[in-house]
């Protein structure tokens, strides 16, 4: 099936940093979305985008959180700084419409620690 | 608010046995109604999705699950689980803003482990 990829697949980072997670949506989709999930935890919902604008956020993105998607190519998560409350699995899903029923597709997921 | 509740953090079960990982959901409105596969180091994979019509959906690798509204459930079944079946297994439900793109309200998984 369609495939969305993430780079790193780890990162360490010291708290204070500037971390920058990479995800490579499938080819023709339009809406984007970042999902976090503590260990142990359920995931959740931080953003979608689409057309170039962040559509809905929830009170996990923090203020220190931004993403875009510059020239189509990777669609980036970047947390500057860094909390050690960061340290999480991001995950990056993609579809081709927005509606209720429309499939998100996942990457694997980057593992952020933050020291 | 919507939310998804899935009882059982782990599971265990010997192969060729059949399968029920449960999921509980709370909506307010005509739930669209998720089951994803996550195997180690992959990403999320589809099994199945449910919103109208027959309250039994197939889905990939012989998995169905069950919508019962009066039960607010969507449990997963297989009738004959195999090794590779082993993975975390999540229920969600999707919540959309009216063309703002949609976003899945997750359960907290089920680890499945299949014995030999």
């Known amino acids: 099936g369609p495939k969305v990829l993430q780079i790193p697949s780890h990162q360490i980072i010291d708290m204070g940093q500037m971390v920058t997670l990479n995800c490579d949506p499938v080819?023709?989709?339009?809406?984007f979305y970042w999902y976090k999930q503590i260990l142990g935890q359920q995931m959740e919902f931080l953003v979608n985008f689409y057309n170039g604008k962040v559509m809905e956020k929830s009170k996990l993105f923090k203020d220190q959180f931004s993403v875009e998607r510059p020239d189509g190519s990777y669609f980036t998560l970047k947390i500057q700084p860094t909390a050690l409350e960061d340290s999480a699995v991001y995950f990056c899903?993609?579809?081709?419409?927005?509606?209720?029923?429309?499939?998100?597709?996942f990457g694997p997921g980057t593992r952020l620690l933050v020291l | 608010a919507q939310s998804v509740t899935q009882p059982d953090a782990r599971v265990t079960v010997s192969e060729g046995a059949s399968l029920q990982l449960r999921c509980k959901y709370s909506?307010?409105?005509?739930?669209?109604l998720f089951w994803y596969v996550q195997y180690p180091r992959q990403g999320l994979q589809l099994l199945l999705k449910?919103?109208?019509?027959?309250?039994v959906v197939q889905g990939v690798n012989g998995f169905e699950a069950e919508f019962s509204k009066s039960n607010s459930s969507f449990h997963l079944r297989k009738a004959s689980v195999h090794w590779s079946d082993s993975a975390v297994y999540f229920c969600a439900v999707s919540l959309s803003y009216g063309g703002s793109g949609n976003k899945l309200i997750f359960g907290t998984g089920t680890l499945l482990s299949v014995k030999p």
């Open positions: 909506s307010s409105v005509t739930p669209y």
């Open positions: 080819s023709n989709h339009l809406y």
């Open positions: 449910y919103y109208s019509g027959d309250p």
């Open positions: 899903a993609s579809s081709l419409a927005g509606g209720r029923g429309d499939t998100q597709y």
